[in-house]
């Protein structure tokens, strides 16, 4: 049986105009997922990432705490995550400011977990963005090719709260609505963890951080 890790970006650059780079946090919570790995003898088969910057931003930080260089990374754009504003605009097409206080926030996710539920039930067709049918079957697809070339490996996926939420939400079963919920409570630099065979995966463990357990990394949980 393999095991497969699917780790959510670093923290990266939400109200900035480029979202997509990790931040100062970002970069620290990265390597410290890869030192904590290294601690404990962490070696991987096979890696995967999304093909966003924030993606690549993040492994590259994880290979840098595990005193990688070198490693084959296979890009699967099926991991990449949704366009957040062009969800919100499909249900709320009035332009929304830059979020600066705790209530333009909340609103922001308000909105966004409406957008996503408009999405996934084929009610909403956000600009510039596949089908939800689309979007699970880039994740699904990634999950067939770990089982079906890496049985019995240690595999690392490095994605986005979205496609990870999705592929536990493939692997459950569960409704859509859960697993916006799931979606949304992701932590940067979280680990998830599924066991798998050639036939299924089986989820062991979600949105997980253990190596910012303890009083050094006090302030470091983020979720954006």
Do not use: C
């Amino acid at each position: 049986m393999g095991t497969l890790y699917l780790v959510r970006h670093g923290q990266a650059s939400f109200g900035a105009d480029d979202y997509d780079q990790l931040s100062e946090m970002g970069q620290r919570q990265s390597r410290r997922l890869g030192e904590y790995w290294r601690e404990r003898g962490m070696q991987f088969d096979a890696v995967i990432t999304g093909t966003l910057k924030r993606h690549r931003q993040t492994w590259e930080g994880i290979a840098e705490g595990l005193g990688l260089s070198g490693q084959e990374v296979l890009p699967w754009p099926g991991l990449n995550e949704y366009d957040a504003e062009a969800v919100i605009a499909a249900i709320h097409p009035e332009k929304l400011h830059k979020p600066e206080s705790p209530e333009a926030y909340r609103r922001h996710f308000r909105l966004l977990r409406d957008g996503l539920g408009a999405w996934m039930q084929g009610r909403a067709a956000p600009a510039g963005m596949p089908s939800y049918v689309d979007f699970l079957a880039g994740v699904t697809t990634a999950l067939d090719h770990v089982r079906g070339r890496h049985h019995g490996a240690r595999v690392l996926v490095v994605s986005s709260g979205g496609p990870i939420a999705t592929a536990v939400g493939h692997v459950l079963g569960i409704s859509s609505e859960t697993t916006i919920e799931l979606n949304l409570r992701i932590r940067n630099t979280a680990v998830t963890e599924f066991a798998f065979t050639p036939k299924r995966h089986m989820l062991l463990t979600y949105n997980t951080l253990p190596h910012l357990d303890g009083p050094a990394y006090e302030g470091w949980v983020t979720y954006s």
